[in-house]
């Protein structure tokens, strides 16, 4: 488990996997998934690197998908419980370390801009993947339509993150080499959307 600790703290998603296994997987996609300290949690560079390694059997690829599929549904369902009881007191916090006020903005103009489909797509934005959920449950969205859009995107995004890092660790050979390389790109195309938007508003003042 102390490996695990520290490989979390390195912010390595191979040596995360690794240390972690299934139940590190599924607490690390828990916890980003509904969970505040989850905002700066690696997501998709750390479900396509479980799915690189599970092309080369170290893990089993059903089981894996199973458990990740389940961890996200859990983890936004956890989200939303949050949002909808002590989700109000969240926009009077003061800025911190790990959270600031700017991303609750970031994440209500996405909402404004997708709507309810705002909780499936939010997964593939991180920050707005830990905080969509909670905002989800201090709106006015019910749970069973939360509940839809939180299963699609669970499954979209865990499963197709994992397949995208199976199938090219099939078609690859000693891929394991590339994982850091291809996980830092996914992390730079991941934070492109927010990036745009800081520069759009930028340009707007």
């Not at 997501?43 to 961890?71: H, K, R, T, Y």
């Not at 909808?84 to 994440?107: C, H, I, M, W």
């Not at 499963?159 to 690859?172: C, D, N, T, V």
Request: hydrophobic fraction near 55%.
């Amino acid at each position: 488990m102390l490996d695990f600790i520290l490989a979390c703290a390195q912010f390595d998603p191979v040596a995360m996997i690794k240390a972690g296994g299934y139940l590190g997987i599924a607490i690390l996609v828990f916890a980003e998934s509904g969970l505040l300290i989850g905002i700066f949690f690696p997501g998709d560079s750390l479900l396509f690197a479980a799915g690189l390694l599970s092309a080369g059997g170290f893990l089993s690829f059903g089981p894996l998908v199973i458990i990740v599929v389940i961890a996200a549904i859990l983890g936004d369902s956890v989200g939303y419980w949050f949002g909808a009881n002590v989700g109000p007191a969240l926009f009077k916090r003061k800025d911190s370390l790990f959270f600031k006020q700017e991303y609750l903005k970031r994440t209500e103009r996405f909402y404004q801009q997708y709507g309810g489909r705002a909780v499936a797509l939010a997964r593939f934005v991180p920050i707005v993947r830990s905080l969509a959920p909670i905002l989800a449950g201090v709106g006015s969205m019910t749970y069973k339509r939360f509940l839809s859009y939180n299963i699609f995107g669970g499954c979209l995004w865990g499963a197709g993150m994992l397949s995208l890092g199976y199938f090219l660790g099939s078609l690859i050979p000693d891929s394991e080499r590339y994982i850091l390389p291809i996980s830092a790109v996914i992390i730079v195309v991941s934070f492109l959307p927010i990036l745009i938007n800081i520069f759009r508003g930028e340009r707007a003042i």
